[in-house]
T-cell receptor
Framework: KAGVTQTPRYLIKTRGQQVTLSCSPI?????VSWYQQTPGQGLQFLFE???????NKGNFPGRFSGRQFSNSRSEMNVSTLELGDSALYLC????????????FGSGTRLTVV | LAKTTQPISMDSYEGQEVNITCSHN???????ITWYQQFPSQGPRFIIQ???TKVTNEVASLFIPADRKSSTLSLPRVSLSDTAVYYC????????????FGTGTRLLVSP
């Protein structure tokens, strides 16, 4: 079965711009989470969506936002990009059953110049 | 959320068994223990998950003592392709929908 698909794989943006990343979860998975990975901070939780509702949120500024559509696909938006936003952005989906493992996508590598 | 402690790095040779231990003293009654593997520029990959005693799948085994304050991921007969970062996480239970990753263990397998 198809895995978690993230697009685009690579992106270069300029400071001050905004960017939208897309994530298509595994069919049937209703929970979608986003993570940011940088060499300095490691993997950090951004937010999680379930049935089009944000259910959990990490400690990121309001410039980071997301949404989930009725087909469970999710988008993440970062406005007013800063150099420090350069990172690998990962999306993970799950069935939302207790104790069930998440499946991650390959990520979107965002470079802010 | 339970904090985990793992060795920062480990070295091994092809064909050896590798055991990575994770300490999680504050694990809660409902928490599961989950291990992920990550290669550079890829998302983490679910390896194994357990609650107590021993769990085994086609890739690894997970040993959890009775007090559940630690766990050991065992990789039998590692190969070069097992070189990766391994993360131990606790806390996947009902209503808990975010993963808290520690620094992980960087495993280097040499010929």
């Amino acid at each position: 079965k198809a895995g978690v698909t993230q697009t685009p794989r690579y992106l270069i943006k300029t400071r001050g711009q905004q960017v939208t990343l897309s994530c298509s979860p595994i069919s049937g998975h209703r929970s979608v989470s986003w993570y940011q990975q940088t060499p300095g901070q490691g993997l950090q939780f951004l937010f999680e969506y379930f049935s089009e509702t944000q259910r959990n949120k990490g400690n990121f500024p309001g410039r980071f936002s997301g949404r989930q559509f009725s087909n469970s696909r999710s988008e993440m938006n970062v406005s007013t990009l800063e150099l420090g936003d350069s990172a690998l952005y990962l999306c993970a989906s799950s069935l939302d059953r207790p104790g069930y493992g998440y499946t991650f996508g390959s990520g979107t590598r965002l470079t802010v110049v | 959320l339970a904090k985990t402690t793992q060795p920062i790095s480990m070295d091994s040779y092809e064909g050896q068994e590798v055991n990575i231990t994770c300490s999680h003293n504050n694990i809660a009654t409902n928490d599961y223990i989950t291990w992920y593997q990550q290669f550079p520029s890829q998302g983490p990959r679910f390896i194994i998950q357990g609650y107590k005693t021993k769990v085994t799948n086609e890739v690894a085994s997970l040993f959890i003592p009775a007090d559940r304050k630690s766990s050991t991921l065992s990789l039998p007969r590692v190969s070069l392709s097992d070189t990766a970062v391994y993360y131990c996480l606790v806390g996947l239970n009902t209503g808990f929908q975010k993963l808290v990753f520690g620094t992980g263990t960087r495993l280097l397998v040499s010929p």
